[in-house]
């Protein structure tokens, strides 16, 4: 059969009763269940629920407290870190100044001994030369008084074996020497 002639056999029979609204014990079967699946869904399943999403909140604030609680801890850690380069970098700068001003002190303290050792080393060479002059000045004395006795005694034609007459003939032409040295410098 036909839906057009099944919907028209079903309205001659019941032409009192509305198409949509159900029968009465459709409603009441229907009533009837559905208050059995709301019992059943208040009492057992959302407790359960209920349960699982009380967890899932406190697991999510739990979550939120420790995330909160370790921002603070970086957030002091990273001052204290800051605090400590500041302090580092404070220390370095220290610590330069006072390797140069050591390096000053050190540089000026070299400088004065250098001097000192300088003025050392030319004051004894300044005695070495005098006493080398002075050495020498005595070696030449003799010898040239040993040739001006020698040529002497060639041109006078005697010995001056005399030690005091030769004392006197070699210091009377050494002070004739210098007295020309002196006149010519």
């Known amino acids: 059969m036909s839906i057009l002639t099944s919907l028209t056999l079903a309205a001659e029979e019941g032409s009192n009763q509305n198409p949509v609204i159900p029968a009465p014990y459709d409603i009441l079967w229907s009533f009837v269940i559905f208050v059995i699946i709301a019992v059943v869904f208040t009492r057992i399943l959302l ?3 209920q349960k699982v999403l009380d967890e899932r909140a406190e697991l999510i604030q739990g979550g939120i407290e420790k995330a909160e609680k370790a921002q603070a801890e970086a957030a002091a850690a990273l001052e204290e870190y800051t605090a400590q380069l500041t302090e580092a970098r404070a220390e370095a700068a220290r610590i330069r100044e006072d390797a140069r001003v ?8 070299s400088r004065r001994r250098a ?17 080398e002059r002075h050495q020498t000045v005595i070696a030449l004395r003799a010898e040239v008084g040993e040739l001006a006795t020698e040529l002497a005694s060639r041109i006078v034609g005697e010995s001056l074996a005399d030690d005091a007459r030769q004392q006197r003939v ?12 002196k006149a010519e410098g």
Request: proline share 2%.
């Open 115 to 131: 001097g000192k050792d300088a003025e050392r080393i030319i004051d004894t060479a300044q005695r070495q030369i005098e006493a």
């Open 47 to 49: 407790p359960k629920l």
């Open 102 to 109: 050591e390096a000053a002190q050190i540089l000026a303290e």
């Open 170 to 181: 070699i210091d009377a032409f050494l002070d004739d020497l210098e007295s020309t040295v």
